[in-house]
Every structure is written in C-alpha cells, then in structure tokens.
C-alpha cells in the first residue's frame, strides 16, 4: 500500500502543529522544518515523506532514520482498541527506560506539536541545536517534570507558540479550532535504548514494541504503522514521515 502525502493528505486539514486558535496548516514536511528550525533546532535532520512501506520503497528513505511519525484517522475501531489495550496494560507492567521523554497531550488539536515534540525530544543526542534554541530550553527545563507537567508547562509557553504561528502562515487550509473535533491523529514512533516506544500524547503512558536497532528501526517502526492500518483496512488517510539524516 502507497503511503504518499500528496494524495492523501493534502485534502485533509490536520492536526499538525496546532496549538492554538487561528493556527492553520496542512501536513508538510517543510513547514514542520521551518517549526523546529525557528525554534533552534539545525536542519542537520530533516522531515519528509515515506512513500510507501515495501522494501523497494522504503529504501528511498535517507538513513539513519531517528523517529517516524504516524498520521492516522481516529474511528470507532481504533478508541475500542485503544481503550482495551489500556485496560491490559494497566495489569501488565511494561518495562519502560527512564530515558523516555513522554508528555501528555492537553492542548485541543496539538498531536502534531506533541508527535514532534516527541521525536526530537527522545533524540537529543542525534540532533544539533543553536546555543539559544527556545526547543531546547524547553526540554531542558521540563526534562525532570512528570508527562503531566510538561503539558501544563508547554500551555505557557509563549515561544512555541509564537514560533508555530509564524510557520504555520506557509499553510495550505485554516486549521480546526483548540474545541473542534478532529479524526485525524499524530503519534511518534522512537528508538530508546534499543527498544522501540509508540508516543502517543492521548495515551497514559509510552507503549514498548520490542526490541530495535539504528539500522532496522525503519522497518520495525513501519512493522507496527501496518498494524494500524490493517485495523481499519477500509481507511486510506493514513501517512508516514520519517525523521531522517540526510537532506530530502
């Protein structure tokens, strides 16, 4: 199955980076660049799209890869199945690093801010930052605090708000409001000592899908993206963007 942003998600408003009210873009890869970017972040790592999940395809993909991110419509099937694999979990304790970086969701609308907040976070030592990024400060002063208060601290705070409202301009459909209902979600896949953790701001806590490494991270990230399509195999709103090294 083709995975490509140009047929499927630029007809869709997204939930990409909103944080506020009056915010507006569609997913690009760019824009979400130009975010980090103004927000310290160097573009020694860039966003861009995943074509496709075949071998041939994926190939495509500039290694190494860091994060991916999951674009996913939200359905009756998925909130069934979210809701039981929370119940399972809350008995099963899984053995997460403490070296995860996992915030709460609390903003109206901002998967997207949190998806990427998410990538760059649990990558620090992957990526370059400028001596006065706003992006690292921000994980620097929350690094200690609990997934709870890093949403309350990330409501306050007025540079990525800023930041995101000056790139968001470059997009292409007004945004949903902080109230609106949204059925399209954000989610970000990383790898953390070795293990790869689903992040998913609507979710108590990070979820562990085994083992991975630097070299099959791709491929294991992608392993459970299939996962979430084949629950809805009727739904074709569904992309990947990776976070790779090189330059698209």
């Known amino acids: 199955?083709?995975?490509?942003?140009?047929?499927?998600?630029?007809?869709?408003?997204?939930?990409?980076?909103?944080?506020?009210?009056?915010?507006?873009?569609?997913?690009?890869?760019?824009?979400?660049?130009?975010?980090?970017?103004?927000?310290?972040?160097?573009?020694?790592?860039?966003?861009?799209?995943?074509?496709?999940?075949?071998?041939?395809?994926?190939?495509?993909?500039?290694?190494?890869?860091?994060?991916?991110?999951?674009?996913?419509?939200?359905?009756?099937?998925?909130?069934?199945?979210?809701?039981?694999?929370?119940?399972k979990l809350k008995d099963k304790r899984q053995d997460v690093s403490p070296d995860v970086y996992f915030i709460k969701q609390t903003i109206g609308n901002a998967c997207g801010t949190i998806g990427l907040i998410h990538a760059v976070a649990n990558n620090q030592g992957h990526l370059e930052f400028e001596p006065d990024s706003p992006l690292k400060k921000f994980l620097e002063q929350t690094s200690k605090m609990t997934p709870e208060e890093r949403a309350t601290f990330l409501e306050k705070d007025e540079s990525i708000r800023v930041t995101h409202e000056s790139s968001a301009q470059e997009g292409q459909t007004e945004a949903p409001s902080?109230?609106?209902?949204?059925n399209l979600h954000f989610i970000a896949f990383v790898n953390v000592g070795g293990h790869l953790y689903e992040l998913d701001g609507r979710k108590p806590f990070p979820i562990v899908h085994g083992k991975t490494s630097e070299d099959t991270f791709l491929e294991d990230a992608v392993e459970v993206c299939k996962i979430f399509m084949a629950r809805d195999p009727q739904e074709v709103r569904f992309t990947i963007i990776a976070l790779s090294k090189d330059s698209y």
């Not at 160097?42 to 890869?65: A, H, I, N």
Request: glycine share 4%; proline share 7%.
């Open 178 to 182: 902080l109230d609106e209902k949204v």
């Open 1 to 87: 199955m083709n995975i490509n942003k140009s047929s499927v998600t630029q007809n869709f408003p997204l939930c990409t980076c909103i944080l506020y009210r009056k915010n507006s873009t569609v997913f690009n890869p760019h824009v979400d660049l130009r975010f980090v970017s103004c927000l310290g972040m160097k573009s020694t790592w860039q966003f861009g799209d995943v074509y496709g999940l075949d071998p041939e395809l994926l190939s495509m993909v500039p290694r190494p890869v860091c994060a991916v991110l999951l674009l996913f419509p939200v359905t009756e099937k998925y909130e069934a199945f979210k809701q039981e694999e929370e119940e």
